[in-house]
């Protein structure tokens, strides 16, 4: 960090010279905040440079609700299902894992109305702008099926639990027992079942339809997670339709919440060569007149402001500006280093807060 004055004065055509004032700076305070941004930054740009991923994972980037209404599949019986989900193969809900060569990521059918017979993977909705993701078997479309699903820890953090809330909703009612149960996973591949999340049996009756029918609605937690920054997290529902006279259900309305372990707190080593006090000459720009270096461990800190004292003999008027700059190595350079403050008015001596202070990451392991 560099703090150094910058005359910018109207220039005189003969130029007076003034004594030279002796001006002597001391940082008195800076503040620190934790960073976790830089990981979601990195992330986007991998994501931005792999188009074709559609159905990468779902970034987890904070502890603000992920959801998804599926009401983008407008009606569509092609339409894709949304970045990081998937449907198994016909009849390979069961035994399907998220990376399953046989996934799908489109619906064949859709329906908002009428009495449609065909089994398949069914855009529902009762309306173009309401929509759900689910099943409806047949003699030509096996059951089961699943849907699912992944994320990917890029909180920085370690997540410790989850709050998920969804909808099941029912688009036809058959004589056949319908009923989705819910699993989670470390590893797309090995699923734990989790009872909060299942739907319970259907009721069976005549087939009939509705747009919607009946709704089951679910909310749970989920605690004891471990799971450490950039891992992934599945969720899978295995819907049971039963074969022929198949009832028709869909997911809808699902919300994922993550808790986050408190992160680790940044060491922060602040070392400040002696400020010593230094005399300036009219007309001089981008003098050093003070240094200090923070040497950060443990998690990245982010400088969020810095404060400092003056003192001397100089008057305001002597200065046209003080400016704070961040530097990773140890020598000033003001056409690389980082400008983060400039103060233009009172700039008597006593104390200097930097206004509109830039941010400055200090990543763990670095001193700037
Ligand atoms: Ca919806
Ligand atoms: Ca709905």
């Known amino acids: 960090m560099f703090l150094a004055p910058n005359r910018i004065d109207n220039p005189k055509p003969i130029p007076v010279k003034k004594p030279n004032h002796q001006l002597k700076t001391t940082p008195i305070n800076y ?3 934790l960073s976790k941004w830089v990981l979601v930054v990195l992330s986007s ?3 931005l440079m792999i ?22 599949l407008g009606t569509s019986n ?10 198994s193969a016909a009849g390979a809900g069961t035994t399907a894992g998220y990376s399953t060569s046989g996934n799908l990521t489109a619906v064949n059918l859709q329906a908002s109305s009428g ?11 009762s309306s173009s702008s309401e929509r759900a993701l689910g099943f409806m078997t047949s003699g030509s479309y096996a059951n089961p099926n699943a ?3 992944a994320f990917k820890n890029s909180t920085g953090s370690t997540i ?3 709050s998920i809330s969804f909808d099941y909703e029912r688009y036809r009612i058959n004589t056949a027992a319908a009923s989705v149960t819910f699993s989670r996973s470390t590893n797309g591949s090995t699923w734990t079942l989790d009872t909060s999340g299942q739907s319970g049996s259907f009721a069976t009756g005549s087939s009939s339809y509705s747009f919607p029918g009946t709704t089951v609605q679910k909310s749970f937690s989920v605690g004891s997670l471990t799971l450490a920054p950039d891992s992934l997290y599945y969720f899978k529902w295995d819907f049971n339709t039963s074969g022929g006279s198949s009832q028709g259900i869909g997911l809808d309305n699902f919300s994922l919440t993550a808790t986050t372990a408190p992160a680790a707190t940044p060491n922060i080593e602040l070392s400040s060569p002696a400020a010593s006090a230094s005399n300036l000459t009219e007309g001089v720009t981008n003098q050093v007149l003070s240094r200090f270096d923070l040497a950060v461990t443990t998690a990245n800190a982010t400088l969020t402001g810095v404060t400092i004292n003056t003192s001397g003999t100089y008057v305001a008027s002597d200065l046209s500006n003080l400016k704070c700059w961040y530097s990773a190595d140890n020598s000033f350079s003001s056409s690389t280093d980082a400008l983060l403050s400039t103060k233009s008015s009172s700039l008597g001596t006593g104390s200097h807060a930097f206004p509109s202070f830039t941010n400055q990451i200090i990543a763990s392991g670095n001193t700037g």
């Not at 188009?51 to 983008?72: H, K």
């Open 115 to 125: 009495s449609p017979a065909t089994g398949g993977r069914y855009n529902w909705g």
């Open 51 to 72: 188009p074709g991923l559609s159905w990468s994972q779902i970034s987890i980037s904070g502890t603000s609700a992920i959801t998804q209404n599926f009401d983008d």
């Open 45 to 47: 740009l991998f994501l």
């Open 78 to 87: 092609t339409a894709s299902v949304p970045s990081g989900w998937k449907m």
């Open 160 to 162: 410790t639990g989850f």
């Open 147 to 149: 849907i699912m699903v």
């Open 31 to 33: 503040h620190r905040t």
